[in-house]
């Protein structure tokens, strides 16, 4: 892959983001997972979490994605976010009966939007919400900042988080009506332990869109668009050697996955723990990763913590993992 960045990564990202050059990047992508594992095997186990009458089942899909199905137990009304790849997730709604009512799609990426077109053609008149600001492909409605979706029982509202991509939404769930904590589906904004990368602007605009998030309630459960759990806690554990709730989570982390276990959901207290995209105000990161600042008793600048968002990102992208 060319550095992120650099012109050529630039051209590349471009065809695939904006082309329909993606779309065929996004097949083979489909088909090196189906080859990583035949016969209906996925990276994780199925695992529904239900909360009352609340249930929210993440669906393993691709080489590391999720895909997530949401249900309320008493309608029975059902909502899909972001399924990349149609096929196991509708291969799973036929199996428990689901009619799905909508799919929510966090931004335009095709791992995460590549199945619009196949639920758009698999349940008529489905309605397809993406951000008003990402050019999402095959959408039936676009979304903005602080628009309300009710779905029966099942109310989410928009945040508008730029950043990974230019027009990124996440999705919070109203999680009163079940007597259950508020849910974020964070796409490629937030990851347990990480972030996305910046593909579509300065580390300011992803400061300011993870800051956002970070005033959400702390027992706010995120639900992410990646597996991602093991690589991001191993380099916070590098960079913060002395944070053991980045060492706890590590070897939680570890066990779950042994056993193909899925690491989500975390909640929002939680990554404010040890997720260092989340801590560029924290003395430990900055003085780790070599900022200095202007005096220990003053916080850091937010130009400071963008600084040192970027320099985070550099740091895991050249943070060598023990395999
Ligand atoms: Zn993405």
Redo the contacts with the bound molecule.
Sequence with gaps: MAKEGGCLFRIGYFLYSRTSVGKFYHRRDIAKARAKYPDGQTHSVIQPKSYNDLTITPIPILLDNYAYIVTCGKTGTSIVVDPGDAEPVINYLREQNINPAAVLVT?K?W??AGGNADFKRAFSGIKIFGGKHDNVPDVTNTVDHGHNLEFGKLTFSVHFTPG??VGHVVYVLDGRPFGAPDSVFS??HLFLGGC?RMFEGPPSTMLSSLDNICQLSGETLVWP?HEYANDNIEFACHLEPSNTAAQDKFDWIKQQREKRLTTCPSTIEEEKKYNPFLRTNMESVLTSLGITWNGAFQPPTDSVRAQALAEVRRQKDAFKYNL
Aim: glycine share 30%.
């Design positions: 931004h990426h791992d995460h990974h991509t796409g490629d996305g668009g």
